[in-house]
Nanobody, 128 residues
Framework: QVQLVESGGGLVQTGGSLRLSCTAS????????MAWFRQASGKEREFVAA????????AYRDAVKGRFTISRDNAKNTVYLQMNSLKPEDTAIYSC?????????????????????WGQGTQVTVSS
């Protein structure tokens, strides 16, 4: 069982940037893909981005393409989400999770049921 801890959230104005971090401990990190999800108040949890176990493949939801970048540093057991050009509709709690499938390099699933070992989340608020 791996423990995931997110950080880097906060309050930012429209057009601003934030970098979220998700650090893993207590389990295997570098053999699994990772993903970021977000959940706005009163809404369903939604997929944001995913990255393969090597970091060589990524996927994004359409609404964040060109603005968000997911990356990972396996030496630091950390996955990042760089968020630029933030919009009020990006306001949500952002959580990271580990892919249930070992060694996944493509065909990332947008379903939260395909991920486990969820972090507690970090709040991102974008003011207009």
């Amino acid at each position: 069982q791996v423990q995931l801890v997110e950080s880097g959230g906060g309050l930012v104005q429209t057009g601003g940037s934030l970098r979220l971090s998700c650090t893993a401990s207590g389990g295997t990190f570098n053999r699994y893909g990772m993903a970021w999800f977000r959940q706005a108040s009163g809404k369903e949890r939604e997929f944001v981005a995913a990255i393969s176990w090597t970091g060589g493949s990524t996927a994004y939801r359409d609404a964040v393409k060109g603005r968000f970048t997911i990356s990972r540093d396996n030496a630091k057991n950390t996955v990042y989400l760089q968020m630029n050009s933030l919009k009020p509709e990006d306001t949500a709690i952002y959580s990271c999770a580990r892919d249930r499938t070992l060694w996944r390099s493509s065909n990332f699933s947008p379903s939260p049921y395909e991920y486990d070992n969820w972090g507690q989340g970090t709040q991102v608020t974008v003011s207009s």
